[in-house]
């Protein structure tokens, strides 16, 4: 089999049919005006990872909250996010504001709720953001 190149395919094969580890994100986002007298509405959320993956999409609601949940495939690990609040609507919503970005580092000790096997738990990320009026 090794000859012909399926040894390879057999081994990937194996990996996928007995499972693979992942873990679930939950990132919470809420956005106010400057002096926090309004909640933001109509705000894009977004979930960088490695810099330049999207991982999350969302929109702030009247409330000016918005709440992201994603699954990762892969080991649970120290992982950089940036977690990104971008006004694409101009002054439709309370105003118009400048964008603002977070930097935040899930640490293994973070993750909860695993099952000792495959599934490494989930992670909770929650940011208040005061934006300035542009």
Do not use: Q
């Amino acid at each position: 089999m090794a000859l012909l190149g399926f040894g390879g395919l057999t081994t990937a094969c194996l990996t996928v049919g007995y499972g693979c580890p992942h873990a679930d994100y939950k990132v919470y986002v809420t956005a106010y005006n400057r002096d926090g007298s309004k909640a933001i509405m109509g705000l894009k959320v977004s979930v960088v990872e490695n810099g330049t993956d999207t991982v999350a999409l969302g929109m702030t609601n009247r409330h000016g909250e918005c709440s992201l949940i994603y699954s990762w495939t892969g080991w649970a690990e120290m992982k950089d996010i940036k977690i990104g609040v971008d006004d694409i609507d101009g002054t439709a919503h309370e105003g118009e504001f400048a964008s603002e970005v977070r930097e935040h580092t899930i640490l293994p000790e973070d993750y909860k709720g695993d099952d000792g096997d495959w599934y490494a738990g989930s992670a909770y990320v929650a940011y208040e953001f005061f934006l300035e009026e542009k």
